[in-house]
């Protein structure tokens, strides 16, 4: 998975004309689009079926595709195959430790705003936005006719006490470095039924796109737990089993007329790769969420399944601590980034399904540093570096991965393998999927592996670069490159804003901790009985939204 929450991309607010250096900022309406559920099954379940992938094997009929209907279908339920999922799955929306609990919480719950398909911002049950002319103070409109699952009106007071909630950090949600450094709970209140006011500490130009972010759900006032949790969404909470099934069922209250067109929806926790496109294969799933590049002409090849794809701002990366020796040296983590192969890593970990990255996230962003200079592979200079660090190359790096997310564990071994060719001993730590990010040993290595799904630039920095922020992974931090985020985030002029966060990149991409060697497509792959799950660039499975998906 994109295992914790991660936000996504500005485009259409951060077109230059669009900037929110005007006083009124109202953004685009809504858009409607898909959502998910879940269910369990064994590997050993599947493959006694014996339709392995390798076989070529098809289901009964797989020659003939189901005509297109001219108007959706309704009924039926959808059994989604996902992995990331363990014992401490959640239903809480707002600590994601996997990506089930994520589709899950897409499912059910809704934000103020949102990312469509291709990464532009719009408003989901907000309104309308606007500030005072210092930036400081913003009113927040909402959407009227919404409704809870249980028939409640959805009004202010719950986006008060969903942001409230966050804000209390006793609450641990996945959103609190985001948003701690902008408000204080007092400065949340409702003025009416329908309009919330946001008082910040200081001016703040981004906040609909940090609201949009994916650990940003609502939920309802005075919600205490989340054992059968309410949202707004388009299915609501029937049924789990923690860390193997999650079962949902239409609501009737949802806002779009005749949808969603599904009955249910059904998550289930197939979390090694092979075993969910095996359980595709056999039927027992109608769609599964991060394929592996491998297995995709595999699906291609398949007329009875449909593959899915799209170019998104996913990584599979590495990271480097730098509370541990050697990395505390910069040079002996420029070092390593300069002894990888980049291109090799897509060709091998990816099966060429993605693009070579930077070493810096978020590329999908306007403001992305794309003037800098693509590090280049250079094992030369990388030994030189480690020689005038002192690097001991006798001493053995141990790198933490798993199988956890798609190109994980092959681009592991293939950079310990590249580290050989100028003398650096990688040992790798290797531990199944749904306990890798929970496990003892994560960030407790020298090195370990990561995967992030797309984000804007914001969000990413908020989550992942913020200082004492636990998926900061390798405790990095800067001065120099607070400062520039620091000024980015209260300036409203959007070009001077990207020169701001740009100056930030180059700090990350001289002395950073993370190795960005490529972007990964999103594949997924679905029966071809399942219509419209619109591939989108924030996550997999068209970003988890079945509201307009149905059964032909």
């Known amino acids: 998975m994109a295992r914790r929450e991660r936000s996504v991309h500005w485009l259409n607010e951060q077109a230059e004309e669009n900037h929110l250096n005007r006083r009124e900022c109202g953004m685009s309406k809504d858009i409607n689009r898909p959502k998910a559920d879940s269910t369990l099954i064994g590997r050993r379940d599947v493959l006694k079926t014996g339709l392995l992938l390798g076989t070529g094997m098809m289901l009964a009929g797989a020659g003939l ?3 297109l209907a001219d108007e959706p279908r309704r009924g039926g339920t959808l059994r989604v195959g996902l992995g990331a ?38 408003n989901k049950l907000a309104d309308d936005f606007t500030h005072n002319a210092e930036g400081n103070v ?22 008060v006490y969903t942001i409230q909630y966050i804000l209390n950090s006793d609450n641990k949600a996945d959103a609190y470095p985001n948003l701690a450094p902008l408000m204080e709970p007092k400065g949340v209140r409702a003025l009416d039924a329908n309009t919330v ?9 981004l906040l609909p796109q940090v609201l949009g972010s994916k650990v940003m759900f609502l939920m309802k006032d005075g919600t205490t737990d989340f054992d059968k949790p309410i949202g707004t969404g388009p299915f609501k909470f029937v049924s789990w ?5 999650v079962t949902l069922a239409r609501s009737d209250n949802y806002r779009t007329p005749d949808q969603p067109y599904l009955d249910g929806v059904e998550f289930i926790a197939i979390n090694d790769p092979t075993a969910r496109m095996n359980a595709l294969v056999a039927n027992q799933v109608d769609a599964v969420a991060q394929l592996d590049g491998s297995l995709a002409r595999l699906i291609e090849a398949n007329p009875a399944l449909t593959l899915l794809r799209s170019k998104s701002g996913a990584t599979t990366d590495q990271f480097m601590m730098t509370n541990l020796k050697p990395f505390t040296d910069v040079r002996v983590r420029q070092a390593f980034r300069l002894m990888i192969d980049r291109q090799q890593l897509l060709d091998n970990a990816l099966s060429g399904y ?20 693509q590090r280049a592979y250079d094992p030369d200079q990388a030994k030189s570096l480690l020689k005038q660090a002192g690097f001991d190359n006798s001493q053995a790096i141990t790198l933490y991965t798993s199988d956890a997310a798609p190109g994980m564990q ?41 995967d992030w799904g797309q984000h804007t630039l914001e969000s990413q920095f908020g989550q992942g670069y913020a200082r004492g922020v636990y998926w900061n992974e390798p405790d990095w931090t800067s001065d120099e490159f607070d400062k520039w985020v620091s000024k980015a985030r209260t300036t409203f002029d959007g070009p001077k804003r990207r020169e701001y966060y740009v100056e930030a990149q180059k700090v990350l991409w001289n002395e950073g901790a993370y190795i960005i060697w490529g972007f990964r497509d999103l594949l997924d792959a ?13 996550r997999n499975l068209g970003y988890y939204q079945f509201e307009s998906v149905y059964l032909g």
């Open 65 to 67: 595709r189901p005509a």
């Open 526 to 538: 679905a029966s071809a009985k399942v219509k419209n799950i619109v591939p989108s660039t924030q």
């Open 410 to 450: 092959a681009s592991a071994t293939l950079i310990a393998n590249q580290a050989k060719k100028i003398g650096v001993n990688i040992e790798l730590l290797v531990v199944p999927p749904d306990s890798y990010y929970s496990g003892p040993n994560f960030k407790k290595t020298q090195m370990g592996s990561s």
């Open 241 to 245: 089993s923690r860390g193997q099934r």
């Open 354 to 373: 993605g693009r070579i990255g930077n070493d810096l996230h978020c590329i999908t962003d306007p403001d992305y540093a794309s003037e800098l200079p």
């Open 197 to 205: 006011e946001v008082e910040l500490k200081q001016p703040y130009a």
């Open 85 to 122: 999922a363990g014992a401490k799955s959640s239903l809480n929306p707002f600590i994601s430790t996997g990506d089930m609990d994520f589709a899950v919480a897409q499912s059910i719950f809704d934000r103020l705003t949102d990312f469509d398909k291709d990464g532009n911002l719009y």
């Open 138 to 159: 913003w009113k927040i409109k909402l959407k009227k006719g919404v409704v809870w699952h249980d028939g409640a009106p959805f009004t202010a007071k719950d986006v």
